[in-house]
């Protein structure tokens, strides 16, 4: 099969975005299938590097969201390069530039398009003008408007599938959790001895891009009231973003330097390094909608403290596997409770079992058996679909999601 993946954000961009479209080409490429990413020009990828099956489209940061890229050309270029491979699927993973994009390929070539719906984005609409020109109401339009035509949406989770189907979608939205990929053999760096940190000496990490909707505030603030009971613990909090000038900050008034480890942007092949340095991994944020971090840290076997959410629900079937909070005490106890008592190889076991059910070949298979459904199921039309957008409105919404300012 040949597979088209349409994302604005890929490698070298970090983010669980790019690390769930590596992770399922991975898996679909290692049982011999093609796939091919259009994605968005960066500036760290040098225009001339040759990448194998990536083609990248020229593009400017998006203007609310500097580190993420919308694409602002390309689309004949993309429907050629689409029928010279003879797709036989198109994949896309943003609503965005290269998803618009997405959506004109298949429909120029006539064939079958799904989607992933990867972000909830009622907990987004700050980055775009502050909140001012799209509010939480008017998502539920754009995406219902975004996905019409197609042959179906992935959720990543059930309550994604919930919210998906409150917009009043009626495409086909199966659940499929985002898989993560087990590395079992490879050198680890010793990030302890690294940032100067003893053996014994209790670790939590917090990791993940440093966005307000994250609320690494609220892990700093319990870690302030838990070193009266663990003095010598350290947070580390691996990653960059946003909302790190205000974290820092939050850090000096409580006089928390000596205690708490900002590490900055981190290199992806050493995030199971920083997980395996900690005892345990939290996360205070209330926004997540596939938990790829939480199955990252089962997979290097350390347990999870996080908000409570419906896909987590399904992950967490036993105290080895985690800790699902809903208020500071909560998060606070939990934390303490990881910290405090020993492991186990029961607990360990509980874990590896945890895993295996989203793994990287698992979650390829599941994909693949729904793009075989949508292929058999899908029925092209000569003439165009009336429940298609036609060009004019793509170009429009194309228009508006990328500069809100602009004038028509």
Do not use: C, W
């Amino acid at each position: 099969m040949k597979i088209g993946l349409f994302t604005d954000t890929y490698f070298p961009q970090v983010s669980g975005v790019a690390t769930s479209i590596q992770t399922l080409k991975n898996a679909l490429e290692a049982q011999g299938h093609q796939v091919y990413i259009f994605t968005t020009t960066d500036p760290k990828v040098d225009k001339e590097q040759v990448e194998e099956r990536i083609y990248r489209f020229s593009s400017i940061p998006y203007f609310g969201f500097k580190d993420r890229r919308l694409s602002f050309r390309g689309m004949i270029r993309a429907v050629e390069i689409g029928r010279k491979l003879e797709l036989d699927i198109i994949h896309t993973q943003t609503e965005f530039s290269l998803g618009l994009m997405g959506k004109y390929v298949a429909r120029r070539l006539k064939i079958p398009i799904i989607h992933t719906y990867h972000t909830q984005y009622e907990d987004y609409t700050h980055y775009v003008a502050k909140g001012m020109l799209l509010k939480p109401g008017a998502i539920s339009h754009l995406v219902k408007a975004y996905v019409k035509g197609m042959d179906g949406v992935i959720a990543p989770s059930q309550g994604v599938k919930e919210t998906l189907e409150g917009y009043g979608i009626e495409i086909p939205i199966p659940v499929i959790p985002t898989g993560v990929a087990i590395k079992t053999s490879q050198a680890h760096l010793d990030l302890r001895q690294q940032y100067g940190l003893s053996e014994d000496q209790p670790i939590i990490l917090s990791l993940g891009r440093l966005a307000f909707e994250k609320n690494v505030a609220l892990t700093i603030s319990v870690f302030s009231e838990l070193l009266q009971t663990l003095p010598t613990a350290k947070l580390v909090i691996a990653g960059d973003g946003p909302a790190k000038k205000a974290l820092q900050g939050q850090v000096e008034d409580l006089e928390l330097q000596d205690s708490i480890i900002f590490t900055g942007m981190i290199n992806h092949d050493q995030v199971g390094d920083y997980y395996r340095m900690a005892n345990v991994f939290v996360s205070s944020s209330d926004s997540e909608t596939q938990g790829l971090t939480f199955i990252e840290a089962l997979a290097v076997n350390r347990p999870f403290v996080a908000v409570d959410s419906p896909y987590l629900e399904q992950v967490v079937t036993d105290k080895a596997i985690g800790t699902l909070i809903e208020d500071y005490d909560e998060l606070l106890a939990a934390i303490l409770y990881y910290l405090q008592t020993p492991d186990t190889p029961a607990a360990d076991e509980i874990r590896r079992a945890a895993v295996k059910n989203v793994d990287a070949t698992t979650f390829g298979n599941r994909v693949l058996a729904f793009y075989q459904e949508v292929i058999n199921n899908h029925h092209s039309n000569d003439d165009e679909d009336d429940d298609q957008l036609n060009d004019e409105e793509i170009g429009y919404i194309k228009r508006v999601l990328r500069n809100p300012f602009r004038r028509n």
